[in-house]
């Protein structure tokens, strides 16, 4: 029922110091006017998000101004308008606000195409494969640890007591190193790769390198994957182009810029 009363508050703030010549609401707080417009850009603000306008909705918003306008008063009296932290906190909001704006504004203007989903969509099915992994890990944290491990399975060592033992992923380590069903594409490259080029019940007879440190990886089982249905990965990759277009955005925006990091 309050869930508008955060982005209310944050748009008065931000927006009260620039309306200035608005008409009044016919209200006033210790002589001070409030400013219709503000009220009128709230009502339109809830309106958008399907809000039905009533009495009781239009008294809690004149009380909340009317709140706001005493408590502005009594923190302009005190000073606080005047204080650094809080001129720091309004340049941030201030830059915040124009930042989503703009970007708000930007994607409008500049729509995912139903066709640019599409494509993504038969990329992201190339990408999935045909294949789900089950496989099991064991972590080490550098590539001597690992050797030894291999050199332990390959003398008949248990892998899953192994992974209890001595795996460093948390994750899968008492699971004695299962990591369930998955893409090979839900995994980095090398581990990837390493998984992919093994046969069923075989391990790695080589440690594999990634950012998480040194792998020795089992293969377990594989089956068949069926890539979910177009309207079910729509709105997600759909958000997901929308992202790496704002992402392009400003790269353009610093490939144009003069940026001086003097901090090193």
Do not use: C
């Not at 620039?18 to 219709?36: E, F, R, Y």
């Not at 008492?174 to 998984?195: Q, T, Y």
């Not at 790695?204 to 089956?223: N, S």
């Not at 929308?242 to 790269?251: E, I, R, S």
């Amino acid at each position: 029922m309050f869930s508008f009363i955060k982005t209310f508050v944050f748009v008065l703030l931000i927006q009260i110091g620039s309306l200035a010549q608005s008409a009044d609401l016919n209200i006033t707080v210790n002589g001070k006017p409030i400013k219709k417009n503000l009220y009128d850009f709230v009502v339109k603000d809830l309106a958008s998000r399907g809000q039905k306008m009533d009495d009781n909705l239009n008294n809690m918003i004149v009380n909340r101004m009317i709140a706001m306008e005493l408590i502005n008063q009594e923190a302009e009296r005190t000073g606080l308008n005047k204080d650094a932290t809080y001129l720091l906190k309004e340049e941030l909001a201030r830059k915040e606000m124009l930042y989503n704006t703009f970007l708000q504004g930007y994607v409008q203007k500049n729509p995912i195409s139903e066709s640019d989903i599409k494509n993504a969509y038969e990329q992201y099915k190339k990408d999935l494969g045909t294949q789900e992994f089950n496989a099991k890990h064991i972590l080490l944290a550098n590539e001597q640890e690992a050797k030894d491990v291999i050199a332990e399975l390959n003398k008949g060592g248990n892998f899953s007591k192994i992974a209890k033992d001595k795996s460093k992923d948390p994750g899968s380590k008492d699971k004695s190193g299962d990591l369930g069903w998955f893409p090979a594409n839900s995994m980095v490259k090398p581990f990837a790769e390493a998984l992919t080029s093994l046969k069923k019940g075989n391990f790695t007879t080589a440690p594999v390198q990634t950012q998480f440190g040194w792998h020795v990886i089992k293969l377990e089982d594989t089956r068949a994957l069926q890539a979910p249905e177009f309207d079910k990965v729509k709105e997600g990759l759909a958000k997901t182009l929308q992202q790496k277009q704002l992402d392009k955005l400003v790269l353009d925006l610093k490939a144009k810029a003069k940026i001086v990091d003097n901090r090193k």
